[in-house]
């Protein structure tokens, strides 16, 4: 296998949220595979393509982003996804049916509106957050410490 097929793979385990700006990345630093957590302390934005269905887990944790757009094909946000960032304000789309652990801790989060397809949404996923409003579906299966 080529080295660049190698990165594409690397890339496709976290959800290829990354791909463009991770191939400019291999591009000018001739950076090694992704891996959970490869972007610590370096992002500030990022944008989303339209064709990711998934974002894997922790993608985007441990970075300085402070809001995130998650395009409407997505259908899962996997754990610690967006851990531990400086976000305050995040759009979840309708495609969204299941928010897992930890998705969304330690943020600086006031207001999250959960949309009705939303189904599941782990333990802790909003946790340590400055949360003032939330609006969760009817019906979802929410974790007693979701926002704990």
Do not use: C, K
């Not at 402070?66 to 409407?72: D, E, L, Q, W």
């Not at 330690?106 to 340590?128: C, K, Q, Y």
């Amino acid at each position: 296998m080529n080295e660049s097929a190698m990165h594409t793979e690397s890339l496709a385990e976290i959800g290829q949220a990354v791909q463009l700006t991770y191939q400019q990345l291999i591009t000018d630093y001739q950076l090694p595979p992704l891996r959970p957590m490869f972007f610590f302390n370096f992002l500030t934005s990022v944008t989303i393509p339209g064709s990711v269905t998934f974002i894997g887990f922790r993608a985007f944790s441990n970075n300085n982003l402070t809001n995130v757009v998650i395009p409407s094909g997505v259908i899962t946000i996997q754990d610690v996804t967006f851990s531990r960032n400086r976000l305050t304000n995040v759009t979840i789309p309708n495609s969204v049916t299941s928010i897992g652990f930890g998705a969304f801790f330690d943020n600086n989060l006031t207001n999250v509106m959960i949309p009705s397809s939303v189904s599941s949404i782990g333990e802790r996923a909003f946790a340590d957050n400055s949360l003032t409003n939330v609006v969760v579906p009817h019906g979802a299966n929410v974790h007693p410490q979701a926002f704990d």
